[in-house]
């Protein structure tokens, strides 16, 4: 049965009506469009789908809306914007961290979750972060890279 | 060919009208149109900058419109590592002759000589008598009237300022943004969302399903029953997802299916040959087989077998489409690696001409060769021809595509050498075993498809028999016949027509494989000759771009390694992709757990020369990936079945390489300004699965044959043991 659920997505109070059950991945790319987030497996295996919940890292393909409700949502799109970048959205471009760019968002949502709690991490720790969220284009070594780079700029 | 019978460069000897791949707009942009299509592999930001560079226009005014039937030329499949060879080379040309055509027009507008004119982001100069004009100008929103005559010569390299360089790729902020960039993500008014029921296994024939019950769901908006094709449409996503788990359900399925074993695929693959062709320089023959001859004066002769599984493409987004139907005509938009033969195939799927369907290519997850791109638009049109004027979004599910998309063919690769006292090779034997690495759509006949709905849907059509491949350097063969200086290479290409699971092109065809047993029967004979392996390759090989990357990948790599038995261990490897294309060199470091058999890659550095660079980081970026693709391909990949369905369903089934196990890989780039540009995107993954397996040979005396090399193996080749003896 469909209910309404009030989500706070990006800073933003949002509603919408869906079955409890429903992941909040078909929430963000459907109704609320934010494309950012990928569907790549549905299990919570591959992180395409990261996004920030209540600042920690969580697999929107499984997170139901029930659950999402009156949390605090950051998507991709919440963290930096084309005009307005995020020193992990620069560091991505300025690395080349990125073939296709398809697990691009949920590494840099993943990424940011690492950098609020750890503002220095080394290239292990970023691995170790990152080892919920698969690359097929074989980019590892460059997104370590652009995580060093993004903490180093915000430690400036 | 144009009129005066001067062969033009790549794609443009197809289409040589200049308006086919230039035009200059109204509102200060170029637009340039490419039939490649862009795969994750950079191609849409390279042609850009080769038509930057040579019209001398800035980056961001270039549009690049690509892969759209009926407005791009037809240049096939985007594939084989072609697309700067043939897109590449033709917009070079083209865009020279472009620009010389703007220069002559602007020269009469000016009234002065066209050599004294200067271009500056397209705006032509006269510094004689100050005046200038622009090409929107000149040009804008007109487009040009010539043909390209490849007599106009493109720019010195010397001049480069854009070609070589590193610049942001055109889509880099909307891919770091969660902009709208893949087909995944495509917004449409009116658009409704399907989805598919496949068939548990191969073979397997719907007995029965309850789509009443499924029609009265919330938001269904048809169900589609069609022999063994089921699907549903939806208003929205998660509708249509419930919608085909209950469809799903409720199905019931009598299998068939009769797999190999996977455990004994090698010996079946022999069992089963079809035919046996020579291949010579590269291409298969249809001659007989001559036996293996080792010399009579031989003083060593070895032989070894080497072996991989079937691959997954693995893409990390299902493939999708987005397909409407409307007044009689179908527009697909979809990741094909093909429009063209796509829109061919469908053609003959739906019973429509081929010219009331129109095909835009749309971003999918990186591909890596033929996987679910083709057939989910054949399923989105089926979909969207039962919700007529509303377009359908189609997604397949994770297990979909881990179990329907054509796989990368196991091989079976045996090679036999001799060498002489002074340790050179003096015969040279290899043969090998594979179903196709050809599965791509063709065009449609009322018996058989390429496309997976009609094997499933009413009137079935049959999969399309296997043929064996003559094409030079393609299919299984490719980059069997070896690039090094030998007197005498004896190549047998041996044919299985019998596909038990689907395979098709999986990144690099046979050179994998091929290369694999290659490079690593190269090390087992430099250690048989007690030679080192770079000196043991470069003394046969004369090719100085060859040796160059070779030499660089070893000094980078730290070569001479130290000898077995440290538990660490260095291994390097070549090749030139199908012996026409780029160079490429892998070396590696690898440190080996006696304990628990895990092989760790601590560094990797790939060394090529792909002529003249264009785009830096677009190659640094296919060159490293094709190397972490190695790795991971070679250490954990192989697709599991058991005697009817296969089991690698999803991530935990198809283990892939991790961050934590991925090494950094250095990149060397071997510029040749002015040459030609070759093909690269392909080029580093045969060496780096050879270089981790001479690395690991290196660290520990063993010698892994079998791909992949999983701890269970490693352990089982006695590791341990071989290092206490």
Known sequence: MAETFKLRVNGVARQVDGDSDMPLLYALRGPLGLVGAKYGCGSEQCGSCSVLMDGVRAFACKITLAQAASRDIVTIEGIGTPDNLHPLQKAFMEEHAFQCGYCTPGLIVTAKALLDRDPDPDAAAIASALQDNLCRCGSHGRVIAAVRRAAKELAR | MNGEGKMLPGSLAKDARIASWVAIEADGTVTVRTGKVEIGQGIRTAVAMIAAEELDVGMERIRVVSGITGDVVDE???????????????????????????????????????GTLEVEDGTVRSPATNSQVTYWELQGGQPFVGVA??????????????????????????????????????????????????????????????????????????????GS??????????????????????????????????????????????????????????????????????????????????????????????????????????????????????????????????????????????????????????????????????????????????????????????????GNITDWNLDLWSTTHQGRPRPTTETHSGLLADWHREPARARPVAKPNFSNESGAHRNAWSTYDLPHQRVVSHFVAETPLRTSSFRGLGNYANIFAIESFMDELAAAAGLDPVDFRLRHLADARGRAVIEAAAEAIGWPPGGPGSGTGKGIAFNRYKNSKAYVAVAMEVEVNEENGVIAVSRAVVAGDAGQVVSAHGLACQLEGGVIQAISWTLKERVRFGPQRVTSVDWETYPILTFPEAPIVECILLNQPGEPYLGAGEGSQGPGGAALANAVFNATGVRLREIPFTPERVRAMGVAARRGA
């Open chain 2, 76 to 114: 096939g499949v985007t594939s084989g590592s072609g697309s700067m060879e043939q897109t590449g080379r033709a917009l070079r040309q083209v865009t020279a002759e472009a620009r010389a055509a703007l220069i002559a027009k602007a020269a009469a507008h000016l009234g002065v000589d066209a």
């Open chain 2, 149 to 226: 005559r490849g007599a106009v010569a493109p720019k010195d390299p010397a001049g480069y300022t854009i070609v070589g360089s590193c610049v942001p790729e055109l889509d880099a902020v909307a891919k770091v943004t969660g902009g709208a960039v893949f087909i995944h993500d495509l917004a449409m008014d009116g658009l409704v969302h399907g989805r598919v029921v496949r068939p548990p296994s191969t073979g397997a024939v719907l007995l029965s399903v309850d789509a009443a019950a499924v029609r009265h769901l919330d938001g269904v908006l048809q169900v589609i029953e069609s």
């Open chain 2, 229 to 422: 094709f089921l699907g549903v449409v939806a208003t929205d996503e998660w509708q249509a997802i419930k919608a085909r788990d209950a469809l799903a359900l409720s199905a019931q399925w009598r299998e068939s299916a009769q797999l190999p074993d996977e455990d004994n695929i090698s010996a079946w693959l022999i069992d089963n040959e079809t035919a046996a062709h020579a291949v010579i320089d590269g291409t298969p023959e249809d001659a007989p087989v001559p036996d293996i001859a080792p010399p009579v004066d031989a003083a060593k002769t070895l032989e070894a077998s080497y072996t991989r599984p079937y691959h997954m493409h693995a893409s990390l987004g299902p493939s999708a489409a987005v397909a409407l139907f409307e007044g009689g005509r179908l527009t697909v938009h979809g990741a094909s690696q093909g429009p063209y033969p796509l829109a061919r195939a469908l053609a003959g799927s739906l019973g429509l001409e081929e010219d009331a369907i129109t095909i835009i290519h749309t971003q999918g997850a990186g591909c890596y060769g033929h996987n679910g791109a083709d057939d989910v638009c054949l399923d989105a049109a089926l979909l969207a021809q039962a919700v007529e004027g509303r377009p359908v979004r189609l997604q397949w599910t994770r297990a979909d595509e881990h179990l329907w998309e054509p796989y990368g063919p196991a091989m079976v690769v045996m090679t036999n050498a001799s060498l002489d006292n002074d």
